[in-house]
């Protein structure tokens, strides 16, 4: 009865759980501080609203805003009419490799990627709030301006090649992405007031969000995503429940069993305790009787001392040293005394 398929079956099922826990935790906090974010309009008045606060911040904060750069634009490198304020090139390779079982799965794999930004600022009208390190926001809602796949040329060494190495290249792909200028976002982060300026950057206890979706929309995808998380939790605690249930019956029946095959063996060496009893001879002398029980005859040869003291009811129960000597017993065997 084998219990470790179960066992490692259980221990990845706890991980993916816990994962799923993890992930449904950040989703319910994101859900959380997002509901409660209050929302402000880029105007006169924000700055004083700001610098009421403690610390003059407000710890996660919505605004609604123009994206506009603080100086000369960003040029597209790949698409020179596109402008923007943060660019992002990457360069992903496309391979085969030989995966798991055998089989040959393709995979993506990321090889490059340089970004660029530049200081810009969500606008409305002349007032404007400055979006800092949006580099690093948690959600960053930017437009793909260019995407190219180019296929490698493999040669018949490449192909062999690649047959014994495992990994076979398919083809590179460039994209950029772009902020572009002009665009309408929603940003939520920490809200302060340095200086001068009114700034935007990234909050402790959820990052920043930088996306052409509402507020509304964003707490339901935060909302849904913490659904998805609960059905993932349930699923994987039900195959835990029944890889529980399943290890736990294995033991009770192995448990079952030795009880069972421990009953049957003591049956057993009481029958031929009784048969031993039945065929040895009625009258001995003292110096004949075992030294423990010091009622049956001496039966067995204890080695290598080679005293032969026990009978052999007592033998099992007399392990590691010789009752007449203390010497190690390493071995026994019947005796037999004609
Ligand atoms: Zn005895
Ligand atoms: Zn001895």
């Known amino acids: 009865m084998n219990i470790l398929n179960e ?60 994206v506009t750069p603080m100086g000369v634009p960003l040029r597209s490198t790949l698409v020179p009419s596109v402008s923007g ?19 040959w799965m ?16 969500l606008r409305n009208q002349q007032h404007g709030v400055e979006i800092v390190d949006a580099l690093n926001a948690s959600v960053l809602d930017v437009d793909v301006v260019y995407d190219s796949y180019e296929p490698s040329s493999l040669s018949a060494f490449d192909h062999i090649f690649g047959f014994f190495t ?37 909050s402790q206890e959820g990052g920043l969000f930088l996306t052409t979706a509402t507020k509304s929309a964003i707490v339901q995808r935060f909302e849904d995503a913490k659904w998805t998380s609960i059905l993932k939790i349930t699923f994987c605690g039900a195959v835990s429940a029944i890889l529980i249930g399943l290890i736990v019956k294995k033991l009770y029946r192995k448990r079952k069993q030795q009880q069972e095959e421990a009953r049957i063996h003591k049956r057993l060496e009481a029958e031929r305790r009784e048969r031993r009893a039945r065929s ?23 080695l290598p001392c080679g005293h032969v003291c026990l009978c052999e009811d007592c033998s099992p129960h007399i392990a590691t040293q010789c009752p007449v000597c203390r010497g190690k017993i390493v071995s026994r065997s019947a005796a037999f005394i004609a």
């Open 280 to 302: 040895r001879p009625l009258t001995l002398s003292e110096d004949q009787l075992c030294v423990v029980c010091v009622t049956n005859p001496k039966e067995i040869i204890l």
């Open 7 to 66: 066992c490692v079956g259980l221990g990845v099922d706890l991980v993916i759980l816990g994962l799923c826990v993890r992930e449904y935790m950040h989703n319910k906090k994101v859900t959380r501080l997002l509901k409660s974010a209050p929302q402000y309009n880029i105007d006169g008045n924000l700055r004083s609203i700001v610098e009421r606060k403690v610390d003059k911040s407000i710890p996660y904060a919505v605004i609604r805003g123009t």
């Open 85 to 103: 304020v943060l660019q992002i090139v990457k360069l992903h390779e496309h391979r085969v490799a030989r995966g798991f079982a055998g089989f």
């Open 166 to 202: 495992g990994v076979r290249q398919k083809g590179l792909q460039t994209t950029e992405e772009v902020l572009r200028e002009g665009s309408f976002l929603t940003a939520i982060g920490k809200l302060e007031v340095d200086g001068n300026t009114l700034r935007m950057q990234p």
């Open 106 to 121: 393709e995979q993506r794999r990321l090889l490059h990627t340089s970004a660029n930004e530049m200081p810009f600022e």
